[in-house]
T-cell receptor, first 112, second 114 residues
């Protein structure tokens, strides 16, 4: 199985600062990339999708993709305590069919 | 809009007992359906996925099985639960067709095997 790697954290960021979350993947042919947010005890919630190299912005969130480096990141601007959660990177595996592979997740804590 | 229903929310079962978890999707046709498991403090492990009625692919050999008796219904079963089956079970759906659509998760079932 192809791999998706994330720093497990915990990552601690002061309120109002920028949180930067990183993810690398091993399948060079992957075309679809996602970030999910998971609050403790809850199911994952999709927050960003990105398919092309470059940046994609949605409110306070920016996803960045670099296919040559096999690297995808998520920036959270003006971090709020409500952003404290585990963030999961997910990448579609090209071999086989319809399999989304998740990283282990990065636990983010925003300190007031 | 599409919604996914998963039940029950929590379940406590003794070792050796059977299991049946059900998931249904509304508002879409021919979705891809998935079962994931998340052990405490761990990542998401894909158990089964289905691209159509009666089509089930298994990712991990274990004592679990899945069935898709209807287009928007996905069932996870076991004849005899093990302690290691404890975890957070998540059903998810994505748009059918070409690979690349994001997954949308149900609220999950927290299973404790005692």
């Amino acid at each position: 199985q192809k791999e998706v790697e994330q720093n497990s954290g915990p990552l601690s960021v002061p309120e109002g600062a920028i949180a930067s979350l990183n993810c690398t993947y091993s399948d060079r042919g992957s075309q679809s990339f996602f970030w999910y947010r998971q609050y403790s005890g809850k199911s994952p919630e999709l927050i960003m999708s990105i398919y092309s190299n470059g940046d994609k912005e949605d409110g306070r969130f920016t996803a960045q993709l670099n296919k040559a480096s096999q690297y995808v990141s998520l920036l959270i601007r003006d971090s709020q305590p409500s952003d404290s959660a585990t963030y999961l990177c997910a990448v579609y595996e090209l071999q086989g069919a319809q399999k989304l592979v998740f990283g282990q997740g990065t636990r983010l804590t925003i300190n007031p | 809009s599409q919604t996914i229903h998963q039940w029950p929310a929590t379940l406590v079962q003794p070792v050796g007992s059977p299991l049946s978890l059900e998931c249904t999707v509304e508002g879409t046709s021919n979705p891809n359906l998935y079962w994931y498991r998340q052990a405490a403090g761990r990542g998401l492990q894909l158990l089964f996925y289905s691209v159509g009625i009666g089509q089930i692919s298994s990712e991990v050999p274990q004592n679990l099985s899945a069935s898709r008796p209807q287009d928007r219904q996905f069932i996870l079963s076991s004849k005899k639960l093990l302690l290691s089956d404890s975890g957070f079970y998540l059903c998810a759906w994505s748009v059918g067709g070409p690979v690349g659509s994001p997954l949308h998760f149900g609220n999950g079932t927290r299973l404790t095997v005692t």
